[in-house]
């Protein structure tokens, strides 16, 4: 099976790919978990990536789509994967048509996650994520038993460095200008099926996407 979920900063994107990871055994690939990771270890890669992604701009095209390009050769993507942020620009769409192809894979499911603006904000202000496992809380909507502490293994649950509201304001506009119209271009293929995740809780948008994955 495999999966883009497409939307914008705060969707959702994360939390869902979890749980479709969990039911279906198939890798969440996150582009943004990837460079976070380059980023803590401290690599040329990780010290460019985290001037960027402090700003709230994207990572450039050929960074990410070197990524994406290994690890979908790996053995646990035989079964399927989960896109989660990638591809954000048609550039990163193009060149992940190609990289399927020579792979002889095919997409099956987009996935867009619809929110408004005024609700991303308020869940990426209240996101809290775990140090050591990468689960995810929001204050409000998914609070942890111990504030600060992670239910599952207890690590420190931190706020990410580009959650503050000025580099929200700037990842929402790279997300209308670069990302959204791959909403067009999956259309055009018929990949595209879109859920409400605004108003509905984590596990009513999970139900959702299982019947659009069918
Ligand atoms: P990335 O890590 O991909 O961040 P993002 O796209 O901005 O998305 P988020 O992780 O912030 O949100 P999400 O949609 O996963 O929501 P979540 O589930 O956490 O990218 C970060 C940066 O890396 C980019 O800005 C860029 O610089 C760089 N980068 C990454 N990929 C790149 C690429 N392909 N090309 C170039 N650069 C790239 O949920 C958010 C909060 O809301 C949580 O607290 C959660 O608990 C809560 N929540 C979730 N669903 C609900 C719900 N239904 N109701 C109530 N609360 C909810």
Not at 93 to 116: I, P, Q, T, Y
Request: proline residues 4%; contains cysteine.
């Amino acid at each position: 099976m495999e999966i883009i979920l497409l939307g914008p900063p705060g969707a959702g994107k994360g939390t869902q790919a979890k749980r479709i990871k969990a039911e279906y055994d198939i890798p969440q690939i996150s582009t943004g978990d990837m460079l976070r990771a380059a980023v803590r270890a401290g690599t040329e890669l990780g010290k460019m990536a985290k001037k960027i992604m402090d700003t709230g701009g994207l990572v450039s095209d050929d960074i990410v789509i070197g990524l994406v390009e290994e690890r979908l050769k790996e053995q646990d993507c035989e079964k399927g994967f989960i896109l989660d942020g990638f591809p954000r620009t048609i550039a990163q769409a193009e060149a992940l048509d190609g990289v399927l192809g020579k792979l002889d894979r095919k997409l099956r499911h987009v996935v867009s996650l619809e929110v408004d603006q005024d609700v991303i904000v308020e869940r990426l202000g209240g996101r809290r994520t775990c140090k050591s496992c990468g689960a995810m809380y929001h204050v409000k909507y998914e609070p942890p038993k111990v504030e600060g502490k992670c239910d599952k293994c207890g690590g420190e649950l931190y706020i990410r460095d580009d959650d503050n509201p000025e580099t929200i304001r700037n990842r929402l506009a790279q997300y209308g200008e670069q990302t959204a119209p791959l909403l067009n271009y999956y259309g055009e293929k018929g990949l595209v099926r879109g859920i409400d995740c605004g108003t509905k809780s984590p596990d009513e948008v999970y139900s959702g996407i299982k019947e659009i994955l069918g």
